[in-house]
């Protein structure tokens, strides 16, 4: 396994929610990025953390927001919870200010679900 | 139109087939690719890089024509634990390294 995890794993909520996921990142990885993979869909980008700053946005709206703590751990928040927020929040461990994808491990996912 | 672009299938093949899948991709910056596999409800996960010159990993080999935006894999002699969803993806090493997937071709492989 890759020394990633997530949790929770799974989650459901209601429109108007607020939600809160957790990453924990690999031992020795210094950046975090984060990705929405709905169904049937290829993971989409939304942010990258690296040393507690955001270091690149996808086209997600404001309500995605994110922090990373001094131990390289990291949550993503949405506020305003949208049905089409129900999707596989996956987070991704890695070292360098610009990761070669290779260093990209990925957690297992929450599989957030929006009634 | 989307930056990456596969056929998402399924594609179902016998055991001990042939299979090749197809991507292209519109970013002329496009400096990595690679090929990711995810099997159902998990997370994806690297399969192999992709390089002009070709490359080759037992039963698997990718290929990259820049000249055409377009990456192939392809799978000889299908196992059933082949069976995945196969993720065509590049990125362009900018302020963050993001990986921009493509939808995924879907590949069973039945006896």
């Known amino acids: 396994e890759t020394g990633v995890t997530q949790s929770p794993t799974h989650l459901i909520k209601t429109r108007g929610q607020q939600v809160t996921l957790r990453c924990s990142s690999q031992?020795?990885?210094?950046?975090v990025s984060w990705y929405q993979q709905a169904l049937g869909q290829g993971p989409q980008f939304i942010f990258q953390y690296y040393r507690e700053e955001e270091n690149g946005r996808g086209n997600f709206p404001p309500r995605f927001s994110g922090l990373q703590f001094p131990n390289y751990s990291s949550e993503l928040n949405v506020n305003a919870l949208e049905l089409d927020d129900s999707a596989l929040y996956l987070c991704?461990?890695?070292?360098?200010?610009?990761?070669?994808?290779?260093?990209?491990?990925f957690g297992p996912g929450t599989r957030l679900t929006v009634l | 139109r989307k930056e990456v672009e596969q056929d998402p299938g399924p594609f179902n093949v016998p055991e001990g087939a042939t299979v090749a899948f197809n991507c292209t991709y519109s970013n002329s910056a496009s400096q990595s690719f690679f090929w990711y596999r995810q099997d159902c409800r998990k997370e994806p996960k690297l399969l192999m890089s992709v390089y002009s010159s070709g490359n080759e990993d037992g039963r698997f080999t990718a290929q990259l024509n820049r000249a055409s935006q377009y990456i192939s894999l392809l799978i000889r002699d299908s196992k059933l634990s082949d069976s995945a969803t196969y993720l065509c993806v590049v990125s362009h090493t900018g302020t963050a390294s993001k990986l921009t997937f493509g939808t995924g071709t879907r590949l069973q492989v039945t006896l």
């Open positions: 031992s020795g990885h210094n950046t």
């Open positions: 991704a461990s890695s070292f360098g200010q610009i990761p070669t994808h290779n260093e990209q491990f």
